[in-house]
């Protein structure tokens, strides 16, 4: 082979931009005023904005589009802490993720004002105390105006999550909810609210409709345990039916289930095989794959979603990091679920971090 001529290499040197003169002006546009701000592109070193993809830290819901929020409790897990850690290790891997959304070429801190709100503060040790802790600060964003995304801890912080925003739009809310588990049991024994029976109590509580709720990649041991979702009405998928029908169809039916009323988004990461996701408290094999769980999360735009949440991630389980590094990019496909769907629907302002 020849050396490039003069030519060739005068083309490829006409190509050759100054850093931050991006082919997409909105991206250069977002970089200049976000860095001067003090958001960092490179994110090995100390972070100024320490949050959720260096959202801004905020304790108020004021003026606020979407609020992300740590619940670090694990507390109503049955058999296994850890997930107490959750909201910590995926503020960490959130540094491999954003701020541009792969598939969509949205920016969320363009499209909306996004905090991190930090984690909610406990005011006791025991389970219901903390719930009520959960349920004030989403009662209290709600009431603000915020959609809320909520980083477990364990799937007990759910029904906080669902009191207080139930509570604030006065209104029960229609659910899409990825999980291995229907999490619809009976309570036997001790707490009536736990990680396993928190969709049952959701809809004797009125937070949710039933009939408008679809459960999807479920699996596993505890089949037995769901009667409830079959006899109150819940759609249940099971994670062979997503395999078998494909995403495209499980995406129809859930959308054809929730309808155009306002929706919640739970996704429990165990919904993931077990092979991608074990730091979680419940892992299971057989079940879903990454690209399912984000084409559902994308396939949910346009919906009514008010909120969404991430749960079950379990550091101490995660010994290589895969878990916690997979379940930081399902978090950044939840918020930018939120912000397409809350910038469609009324005038937002951008994040600002100072
Ligand atoms: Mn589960």
């Keep these: 082979m020849a050396k490039l001529t003069e030519q060739q290499l005068a083309k490829y040197r006409a190509m050759d931009r100054p ?16 860095a001067e701000q003090g958001y960092n592109l490179d994110t090995t070193g100390f972070l100024q904005h320490p949050g959720f993809f260096q959202a801004p830290h905020r304790r108020s819901g004021e003026g606020v589009d979407i609020a992300m929020v740590g619940s670090p409790l694990d507390l109503g897990a049955i058999g296994l802490a850890g997930t107490r850690h959750g909201p ?25 004002s996004v905090i991190d709100f930090g984690d909610v503060e406990w005011s006791a040790t025991d389970l219901q105390t903390r719930l009520n802790d959960i349920y004030q600060v989403f009662a209290a964003l709600g009431q603000a105006g915020c959609a809320t995304l909520n980083c477990g801890g364990e799937h007990t912080t759910t029904f906080g999550c669902l009191k207080g925003l139930s509570e604030a739009h006065d209104d029960s809310f229609g659910v899409i909810h990825i999980d291995a588990h229907c999490d619809t049991m009976a309570s036997w024994g001790g707490d009536v ?23 999807i990649g479920i699996r596993g041991r505890s089949n037995f345990l769901w009667e409830f979702s079959h006899d109150s009405g819940m759609t249940v998928i099971t994670a062979d039916e997503v395999f078998e029908k ?22 429990d990461v165990d919904g993931l095989d077990s092979n991608y996701m074990m730091g979680t408290t419940g892992p299971e094999p057989f079940g879903l794959n990454p690209r399912q769980v984000r084409d559902i999360i994308l ?5 009514n979603i008010i909120g969404a949440d991430m749960v079950e991630m379990n550091p101490n389980r995660d010994s290589d ?34």
Excluded: M
Excluded at 104 to 110: A, W, Y
């Design 19 to 34: 850093a931050f003169d991006f082919a997409e002006p909105g991206v250069t546009v977002f970089f200049e005023r976000a």
């Design 88 to 112: 910590q290790a995926v503020r960490e891997w959130s540094r491999n993720y954003g701020p541009i959304n792969d598939s969509t070429g949205q920016i969320p801190f363009e499209q909306c």
């Design 193 to 215: 609210v736990n990680d396993g029976s928190i969709f049952r109590q959701a809809v004797l509580n009125g937070f949710i409709d039933p009939e408008r709720t679809v459960q």
């Design 246 to 267: 494909g995403t495209a169809y499980v995406i129809d039916k859930a959308r054809e289930v929730v309808g155009k009323d306002k929706t919640y988004f739970s996704l």
């Design 299 to 303: 396939g949910a735009r346009g919906l």
């Design 321 to 354: 990091g895969k878990s916690g590094h997979l379940a930081a990019a399902l978090f950044f496909e939840l918020l930018c679920l939120l912000a397409d769907v809350r910038s469609e629907q009324q005038s937002c302002g951008a994040t600002h971090w100072t």
